[in-house]
């Protein structure tokens, strides 16, 4: 009784959304109501202008989302690991994309010295990032490091999602799973591609890997392919 005149907006918005669905495509809501299968996990910003099923014209069911301030992926957020384990294990997507943005303002705010609350903690992740690659920050402007930082950060999280327990029993099993990272532009609604796509373990560091090369090639034909590729690249290179 206290705010929800202040909702009217939101209830006639939804009615008339739920009657045009009706409409157009009576088989839905009774379709959705039995499954979800939907084939990407989305890790995104929380930011309001960020939202991934409009940014990837992607219908309610077939996308499963999770979003926190500057789209970060931290080793003991159950929050996170929860909602990666389920999607992997339940859902079985095929797809994790983690999805950041130029004009961040969680990444924004992490390249300053000004404190905001608790908040400060969370964007100390971010703060890491860039310290581990403080360098490449040298002759950068203002707005130019800010940009690099969100497409930095993206990498990094990548890397975190891939180095979880939770990515590589899946790989360990043979399930077929791939990490994206991907930066929207605000400016003109475009998503682009940071070509950071790990699929098995040999994509990642060795002091990330939970198994052994030789734990891989005695449970997995396919990873012992990929394995086998990748150190004969390895040795042509050398
Ligand atoms: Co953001």
Redesign the pocket.
Known sequence: MSSSHTLDNIFSNNRRWAEEVQRDHPDFFPRLEKQQSPEYLWIG???SR?SANEIMGLLPGEVFVHRN???VVVHTDFNCLSVLQYAIDVLQVKHVIVT??Y?????RAALENRSMGLIDNWLRNIKDVYFKHENLFTHLSADESAELL?EINVREQVGNVCHTTILQDAWKRGQAVTVHGLIYSLHDGILNDLDVNVSGMQDIPSIYRMYSDAEMLARLPSQRRRLQQSAQVGSQQQ
């Open positions: 910003c929380a930011d960020v301030v500057a789209n950041g943005h004009g961040c303002g969680g990444v969100c």
